[in-house]
């Protein structure tokens, strides 16, 4: 609850901070210090110091696993806007707000973190959606940054009206929002009667289900990912790709986490559908791209294929992998588009040269594509690892791990294009103005994914003690 409470407030704050600052230069302080702030509030929620005690008649259910997870996201949020503070300053003309906005998604992810009921899952979706609409608009003289928004839009109401009608259903079939407890199945357990699941009930999983893969853009539900991720602005790109993407994930654990009986032997056929479908669409499609924005969007789709092995599996490696895997992910995505956002061209091309004029960059920028394609020494391979080792422990298809290892061959191939061109091929790669602090931040991410690569206990001792 310290979460939700204070991420809210500071949106608030961070509003009224334009008003008062005139210096743009001042918000990005003030939102990282309010971000210092807000892990604090979460980390005392944590180990039991202190906690704001609402009454949300177990709507919520505050979980070391959420609250670790809240760490996490808020953790890559302030690495996000150390990095990329100064560029969102100079996106639009209302940077205030701009922040405002970021909080208010966190509050959304911190809700999504801890619902119990799917009421509270709705909102925390929308509480996270909304603003993100609005960032992904936020360069408003660019034609490419208002289709995005428009579409996002659209598609985002268009799988929320899914999600609402998944919902109704499984509340006629149940008579309550709460889930797993007073499921039908229970009921009818409990009055000694054979245990089934309604049609009802079924539909309503399965309309939750396109409507979450929509959300985590798994395929074939990921059609908007590309063009909505290209048009925004990229340091909103960033975002949405790393800490929402992840939350949404974990709220996608959590919803089906005891919900996947009821379908019976046609949810492993679903799931792995969708798995083959995401990995095949997201690595096959991002090989043909110049543009490397673009790419990384078709490669969140891709690493969207193996986070999904999380909910396939539902074991203890599952939880851990999640978590080290919103990790990797998060820091090398960062890394990569803090990087991309300074380049003045974002094509292949552009990054010809890149390291004999910027060697740290180039340099920070391999190590974050090296996790991204899961090679060893690297937080990206353990992640990588822990999905497919959780999907051996739960006794699943063997064909579908050795599938995943062949695609995440392939993408190797297009993440290492890049790495050729900034080392291998002759050109002089334009950027705008880096700073020493930038490359601070840069090699100070680098040395993060390295060190989770080769201890990636340091990160999960955190998850039992």
């Known amino acids: 609850m310290n979460a939700i409470i204070v991420s809210a407030l500071l949106g608030v704050v961070m509003m009224f901070s334009g008003i008062v600052l005139k210096n743009k230069s001042l918000l990005k302080y003030v939102a990282t210090g309010g971000l210092l702030i807000l892990i604090l509030a979460n980390l005392m929620q944590t180990y039991g110091w202190y906690t704001v005690n609402v009454n949300s008649h177990d709507l919520l259910r505050f ?84 289709e995005a928004s428009l579409k996002y839009f659209l598609m985002g109401a268009f799988s ?116 083959i479908a995401t990995l095949l669409v997201g690595n096959i499609t991002a090989v043909f791209q110049q543009s490397v924005k673009r790419m990384l969007a078709y490669s969140s789709i ?23 895997y919103a990790t990797a992910y998060s820091l090398a995505t960062i890394g990569v588009f803090a990087v991309l956002i300074k380049m003045k061209d974002y094509t292949l091309d552009g ?21 991204l394609s899961g090679i060893p020494l690297t937080a990206g391979f353990f992640a990588k690892y822990y999905m497919l080792a959780s999907m051996v422990k739960a006794g699943g298809a063997v064909w579908l791990v050795i599938v995943a290892v062949i695609f995440a061959a392939v993408s190797v191939y297009y993440y290492f294009r890049v790495i050729q061109s ?32 080769l201890l990636p206990s340091l990160l999960l001792n955190y998850f039992y003690f």
């Open 160 to 275: 929320t009206g899914i999600m609402l009608l998944g919902i109704t259903l499984i509340y006629g079939a149940t008579g309550s929002f709460l889930l797993g407890a007073q499921s039908a199945i229970n009921s009818a357990a409990a009055s000694g009667a054979p245990p089934r699941a309604s049609y009802l009930q079924i539909a309503g999983i399965i309309l939750l289900f396109v409507s979450m893969s929509f959300k985590v853009s798994a395929a074939p539900f990921h059609f908007w990912t590309p063009d909505v991720y290209d048009g925004a602005p990229s340091v909103f790109t960033s975002f949405m790709a790393t800490v929402v993407k992840a939350a949404g994930f974990f709220a996608f654990i959590r919803l089906f986490e005891g919900q996947t009986e009821i379908l019976g032997p046609t949810w492993k056929i679903l799931i792995s559908f969708v798995i």
């Open 351 to 371: 990054f010809n040269g890149l390291a004999k004029t910027e060697p740290v960059l180039a340099l920070t920028t391999t190590i974050c594509l090296l996790s």
């Open 63 to 146: 979980s070391k696993f959420g609250l670790f997870f809240n760490t996490i996201a808020f953790a890559a949020t302030f690495l996000y806007l150390i990095l990329s503070g100064k560029d969102i300053e100079h996106t639009g003309i209302y940077p205030a707000e701009y922040f405002a906005l970021i909080f208010f998604v966190l509050c959304g992810v911190s809700i999504m973190s801890s619902f119990n009921g799917l009421l509270m899952l709705f909102l925390g979706i929308e509480i996270m959606s909304i603003p993100l609409y609005i960032l992904t608009g936020a360069d408003k003289k660019n034609l490419k940054s208002n």
């Open 302 to 324: 891709a690493q969207a294929g193996f986070m999904l092995f999380a909910i396939y599996s539902a074991n203890d490696l599952a939880k851990e992998g999640i978590l080290l």
């Open 422 to 453: 900034m080392y291998f091929k002759d050109g002089v790669a334009e950027t705008s103005e880096i700073t020493g602090g930038f490359k601070i931040g840069l090699i100070f991410v680098a040395a993060l994914i390295v060190l989770f690569g």
